[in-house]
């Protein structure tokens, strides 16, 4: 296994989760690239600095370099990119003009991204799921909102590189190592298909879906739907897993329903779509989320916040 030393990192996308990555990595006292859609963030990041609201309240202030080009940074150690699913393709142009020998790591929701990054022609490419909780303050503050692991699976090449991000020894942002990159992005579909579409519809808080008998109903019969087609679910992601995911995430907003709140289209697609194309495959329908499904399609569709 070579090891490689990481010191300058680029993260593509300033939403929650790429803001909330950024300052972790910054504490780690790695020079860290922001790259942002809009001239205004860049310039207010130099400006302002990067400002993370811890969960005790507190606040932790990091100096990071920020651009909207990708292009105008130097080879860097790693790139993570932190963008919704339908910000892809336009990233995907640019990565492909990035030199081969410079690790990806994707963080997206869903499955539909994990054989298309691989058509990219980097010699490292792995896959990020994340489960803390993070919302967007301002255009230079992040808000962390939950604990959770970050796990990262390498799809090809070297994982030497990410384990010196496991060194990081930071007990707010823990990381583990996965074996199979593709399995990993299907259990955390799976999570979100019970929590996400839900929410969105019932426009409630994670943790609602344990105090509201008639979402934890559904859930639960979701659940019951998804066991019988991935035999395997039981074992790897017990109901229990999934209550207490709901209770670690109580007072999180879930992405679909931020997407809903702000109405922007979500990533029902890639996440639950595809979960439920694996399941037909299989000959399972899935009916209750299925009709979930078609519920947030509707919304988005007709525009309904």
Known sequence: M????????????????????????AEAHMHVTLVVRRQEQAHELQLKRLTRVQLDGT????QIASTVELKTVSKPDLIIIAVKYRQLQNIYKQLVEVP???????????????????????????????????????LTTVQHRGMGLCKIGVARGNDGLFHQLLQMQNPLCPIELVENAEQMLFEKAVLNCLINPLTAILQIKNGELLTNKHAFFLMHTIYQELAEAFVDIQQTIPFSAVITLCEKTGKNTSSMLADRIQGRKSEVDTIVGAVLQKASA??????????LYHQVLAMEESGEQ
């Open 282 to 291: 299989k000959g399972y329908l899935l009916p209750t989320l299925r009709t």
């Open 59 to 62: 606040q932790t202030v990091h």
């Open 100 to 138: 081969k020998e410079v690790p990806l790591l994707f963080v997206q929701n869903g499955l539909a991204h994990f054989d298309e990054a691989l058509r990219l022609p980097q010699q490292t490419i792995a896959f990020c799921s994340v489960s803390f909780g993070a919302q967007i303050i301002n």
């Open 2 to 25: 070579e090891v490689t030393n990481i010191v300058n990192v680029v993260v593509i996308g300033a939403g929650a989760v790429g803001q909330l990555m950024a300052s972790f990595l």
